[in-house]
């Protein structure tokens, strides 16, 4: 799960950076770096969408193996 955080921390900070730069290349008038900036803001978002998704689905899975465990019954010998 450490993997998963970092990897949300580093993805929020480059959509933080991405805006900013569209923002800056679009004052500028430089439309190369904003179409490019909005370009990666949308990659970006997708990949955090998907991590979401994945982190939940862990989260589930292990929820859902904690309450199976204690109705599992051990054969006697």
């Not at 990897?7 to 439309?31: D, P, Q, T």
């Not at 490019?36 to 969408?49: D, K």
Request: proline share 1%; aromatic share 10%.
């Amino acid at each position: 799960m450490l993997k998963y955080f970092i990897l949300n921390i580093v993805l929020s900070l480059a959509i933080v950076f991405l805006v900013y730069s569209g923002f800056e290349g679009y004052k500028a008038g430089n439309m190369l770096v904003t179409g490019l900036s909005i370009a990666f803001l949308v990659v970006l978002i997708y990949l955090r969408v998907v991590l979401s998704k994945r982190v939940r689905a862990l989260i589930q899975e292990k929820e859902s193996g904690k309450k199976q465990q204690p109705t599992v019954k051990q054969k006697r010998k």
